[in-house]
């Protein structure tokens, strides 16, 4: 079906009586095939295929719960003002036509109106690759066990720098690659720290710390300087609009964190990525703008077990005017929503973002339909919100254990990243410089807080006994601080040690300070 | 006389009132019967004095949570066949082929029967809902147990990194005790079954 006929049946949609009977081939049929066989075909990452009758029906009673939960198609930012280009929500009443079709027991309505499946692309969404890279070895993904965090190398080192336009990744292991962010690394720091534990790739999340050539991690979510973009299973590889383009130094490798989900066989990744670059350099360049900086690393996240709405928030006032092009967040398991909010010069209030539900799995970027005008003195507020309670199913601790900021996927981090194009390139040293400034102002805060919180020894007496447990200290400092000062090893520190950790954490508190 | 009978009947309504909703399913009984696998081979597990206990659990060639829990099927039916547990693994699949069901069986390395209920008697007899979806019957036919493998999904997309709790293996951990399980009755999160028959 075209998208015009498509866009018809949108509009006939809830006008469509309440008596007239709903068929798969004159309505189930083309709101599936626009929005579900995309995935759901041979070849692609959906579990079941979605074309025919018998493969909807089949799957009606499931189809019908997971769009009713909003669970699919995936696409989680809630706030319904805003257009993006690659908006993948059902309306309200493609919802409820569904339903109804469920309802009426699934007829399938007369063949004389048997839809025509849409013809999607076979090889390369976006047709023939300027050039394709093969990851460095291949990776046996276990059929089981919690998720797995691991980077690939994609060898490249072009003589000249390049600007892309658009990548597109074919990843082996389809049941298992939940996702993945494309980072550059400009020194090669990743094909040395490849392969250390004996199998392809490198383990966890925190490779970004260790490869010092990785210029701006916080730039691979969004595709500015220093990252590819990502891949989220049922995004439609896109080209940037205009003449936008992310920066492929010259000499540097590209780098896939990918996140599994063992899918219940061994499978082996051995993925391709397909590049397409831009003919010339752009006019402007792409400039993320993450907000709280570095993932939340000197918001001094330290969230209590049990506690269920822990908030980090943090803002930055926009010292030039830009376009906003696209909005998207970071954020490990326990984070439960997250928003962005525009307030203009003249009080008007935008939310460029709201995730009501965050989840790890979908982290997607979000593409603004039209670029959006942010005028100077805008500012950019972001608000994440964290459930380390037992009540929320995705905590990574059973019982909930403290949790604090880090790179792994049981800590947390936390931000949201706007990639935004200034009026010239001129521009962009005012944006790195208000960052700069609100990166001193935040950890200035982080250190505050950090004095009022775990560099005060009485705070970490949560059941007020007076004395200050193993447990009850904070796992990263645990070794640091009972090695030295729980002199009868108790794995207590009572009132005579207390001090003693008083004056170490002082010490601690002087050298941020210094910094 | 007549308000005696009206008395027996109040009492009796309040009695079926107070029993849990959870009682009329735990106490089903149906006759287990013959069951033919895709290999054609006839189980008839009832029928030995060595079967403590009989688990069918419900599953699906393309279902992905049904999919996620096959190695601990294994697990479970490795730990437990010896005692004296038997496991068949049922795809209630109009449109099911045992040539599929074959190359799906080995490639999750499924050790247990695999049978093709593409009528959906089974899933019919003993009600099932969704894949994955375990029930386990006494071989005198009453039903000990019905639900999840455990609590990994909490829902659609939401998934604990480990479970909390395993209440199939609990469940058979009972039979081999020769008690009834703490929870006779849970929620399976997966894919919806529809009974087209």
Avoid at chain 1, 124 to 139: E, N, Q, S, T
Avoid at chain 2, 84 to 94: E, L
Wanted: glycine share 8%; with cysteine.
């Amino acid at each position: 079906m075209t998208r015009p006929a498509f866009s018809i049946l949108l509009l006939l949609g809830p006008l469509l009586p309440c008596s007239a009977k709903v068929t798969f081939n004159e309505h189930i049929a083309p709101l599936i095939h626009q929005n579900c066989t995309g995935c759901h075909r041979p070849g692609q990452n959906g579990p079941f295929h979605l074309i025919s009758y018998r493969d909807v029906k089949k799957r009606a009673l499931t189809i019908n719960d997971v769009i009713l939960d909003r669970y699919m198609p995936p696409w989680k930012p809630t706030n319904k003002e805003m257009h993006y280009a690659n908006d993948r929500r059902l309306s309200e009443e493609q919802i409820e036509l569904f339903g109804r079709w469920v309802k009426d027991g699934m007829p399938e309505g007369t063949s004389s109106k048997n839809p025509e499946v849409p013809e999607y692309p076979s090889g390369w969404y976006l047709g023939k690759p300027d050039l394709v890279i093969k990851m460095k070895g291949k990776f046996e993904v276990p059929a089981e066990g919690r998720d797995i965090y691991r980077s690939f190398v994609f060898p490249l080192q072009l003589p000249e720098d390049k600007w892309v336009k658009a990548v597109e990744l074919r990843p082996k292991a389809k049941s298992a690659v939940h996702h993945a962010l494309f980072f550059i690394d400009s020194n090669g720091a990743a094909r040395k720290m490849d392969g250390r534990d004996g199998k392809a790739g490198i383990s966890g999340m925190g490779f970004l710390r260790q490869a010092g050539g990785i210029t701006d991690p916080a730039a691979a979510f969004g595709g500015g300087n220093g990252g590819l973009g990502g891949h989220v299973p049922g995004a439609t590889p896109a080209r940037l609009p205009g003449d936008l383009a992310m920066f492929l130094p010259r000499g540097s490798d590209v780098v896939m964190q990918t996140h599994f989900h063992p899918s219940g066989k061994k499978e082996v990744e051995e993925a391709e990525l397909a590049l397409y670059f831009a003919k010339e350099s752009p006019e402007v360049n792409l400039v993320p703008i993450q907000i709280p900086p570095l993932f939340g690393a000197t918001k001094g996240i330290n969230i209590p077990a049990g506690e269920e709405a822990y908030i980090v928030e943090d803002s930055i006032t926009l010292p030039v005017p830009v376009k906003a092009v696209s909005v998207g967040g970071h954020a490990h398991y326990i984070c439960k929503s997250m928003a962005m909010t525009a307030t203009l010069p003249d009080g008007k209030k935008i939310i460029l973002m709201d995730i009501e539900d965050w989840d790890l799995d979908w982290q997607d970027r979000y593409q603004f339909e039209k670029p959006l005008d942010l005028p100077a003195g805008t500012t950019l507020k972001t608000r994440l919100v964290y459930d380390n309670s037992a009540s929320n199913p995705e905590n990574p601790n059973s019982p909930p254990q403290r949790i604090t900021w880090g790179q792994e996927s049981d800590d947390e981090m936390g931000s949201i990243t706007l990639i935004v194009v200034p009026e010239n390139n001129g521009k962009i040293q005012a944006i790195k410089d208000a960052q700069r400034s609100q990166l001193i102002t935040s950890a200035a805060d982080a250190i505050q807080k950090a004095s009022r919180s775990f560099l005060n020894v009485k705070n970490y007496d949560t059941n007020g006994d007076g004395l200050i447990q193993y447990d009850e200290v904070p796992g990263r400092m645990r070794s640091r601080i009972f090695d030295r000062f729980d002199k009868d090893g108790d794995k207590t520190l009572n009132k005579i040690e207390q001090p003693e950790v008083q004056k170490y954490l002082d010490s601690m508190l002087r050298g941020f300070r210094r910094r | 006389m007549r308000n005696q009978g009206d008395l027996f009947l109040f009492l009796l309504f309040s009695l079926v009132a107070l029993v849990p909703s959870g009682w009329g399913q735990q106490e089903k009984v149906v006759r287990i019967g013959k069951i033919v696998d895709i290999e054609g081979a006839v189980h008839d597990p009832a029928k030995s004095q060595k079967t403590v206990a009989v688990v069918f659990v419900y599953v699906d060639v393309t279902c992905p949570i049904a999919n996620f829990y096959q190695p601990i099927l294994r697990r479970l039916a490795q730990t437990f066949e010896p005692a004296g547990i038997r496991f068949y693994q049922i795809h209630p699949d109009p449109d099911g082929e045992k040539g599929a069901l074959a190359t799906h069986a080995k490639e999750y390395g499924v050790l247990s029967p695999v049978i093709l209920d593409a009528k959906q008697f089974l899933a019919g007899k003993h009600d099932a809902k969704v894949t994955p979806e375990a029930h386990v019957y006494l071989p005198d036919g009453s039903r000990i147990y019905r639900g999840r493998i455990d609590n990994t999904y909490a829902t659609y997309g939401k998934r604990r990194p480990e479970a909390t709790s395993h209440d199939l293996q609990e469940a058979l951990q009972a039979a081999v005790e020769g008690r009834r399980p703490a929870t006779a009755v849970t929620k399976a999160v997966g894919c919806q079954i529809l009974i087209e028959r």
